[in-house]
C-alpha cells in the first residue's frame, strides 16, 4: 500500500503542472514542417505506456518486493530532475525536436552541466515507476524508451546545432547526458 501512495504522489508531481497566474501564457509549440512528429508520438506513448502500464501490472499480478526502494529513490529523482529542466527551459520548453521560435539557447540550471537533463530525468522515471510497484513484465519497454530518448538526443542535438551559432561551444564544455562522461 506504501509504494502504492509513493507511486500516486510521484505521479502527481510529475504531470500536474502549477502555472503562475500572473504570468502571460505562451502560444502553443507548434511542430516545424520537417519536424518528426512520429517520434514525438512515440517518446510520449512509451512512457505514458509505463506510467499506466506499471499500476494496472501490479493490480493484476501483484509485484516483487525486491527493488522497490531503488525504483522509488529513481523515480523521485526522475521527478525532481524533470521539474529543475522544465523550469529552467521556461519559455524554451515544447514537446518537438526543434527549437521554439524566438528563444534563446538555454544553458542554466540542470542545463550548465548537462545537454539534455530531461532526458536523463525520463529514463530514470522509465526504470523507477515500474520498480516502485515491483513491476517487472511491463520493464519490456524500458529499452525501447531509452531508444527513442537517444535517437531524440541525437536529432535534438542537430536542431540546436542549426538554430543557435553558439551551440557548438556550449556542447563543447558540456556532456550530452552523464556528467563528466559522455
Known amino acids: 500500500m506504501r509504494w502504492g501512495v509513493a507511486y500516486a504522489v510521484l505521479l502527481v508531481l510529475l504531470l500536474v503542472r502549477v502555472r503562475d497566474p500572473e504570468a502571460v501564457p505562451l502560444d ?3 511542430a516545424a514542417p520537417d519536424e518528426p512528429v512520429w517520434l514525438v508520438t512515440v517518446h510520449h506513448l512509451l ?8 499500476p494496472l501490472e501490479a493490480a493484476l499480478v501483484g ?13 523521485a529523482l526522475g521527478v525532481l530532475g524533470y521539474r529543475l529542466a522544465g523550469h ?3 519559455e524554451a520548453l515544447s514537446p518537438f525536436i526543434e527549437p521554439r521560435t524566438g528563444v534563446a539557447l538555454v544553458t542554466r540550471g540542470p542545463y550548465r552541466c548537462l545537454r539534455h537533463p530531461m532526458y ?3 529514463a530514470a522515471i522509465a526504470v523507477g515507476a515500474p520498480l516502485t510497484l515491483g513491476c517487472r513484465s511491463i ?3 524500458v529499452p525501447l524508451a531509452l531508444l527513442a530518448l537517444a535517437v531524440r538526443t541525437k536529432l ?3 536542431a540546436l546545432a542549426r538554430t543557435f551559432p553558439e551551440y557548438s561551444r556550449y556542447a563543447a564544455r558540456t556532456k550530452r547526458i552523464v556528467p563528466f562522461l559522455y
Open 47 to 54: 512512457f505514458y505506456a509505463l506510467l499506466a502500464g506499471a
Open 88 to 90: 529552467a527551459l521556461g
Open 120 to 122: 536523463v530525468a525520463q
Open 139 to 141: 520493464l519490456v519497454l
Open 156 to 158: 535534438e542535438d542537430d
Open 28 to 30: 502553443p509549440a507548434q
Open 63 to 75: 509485484g516483487a518486493e525486491r527493488g522497490r526502494p531503488t525504483g522509488v529513490v529513481l523515480f
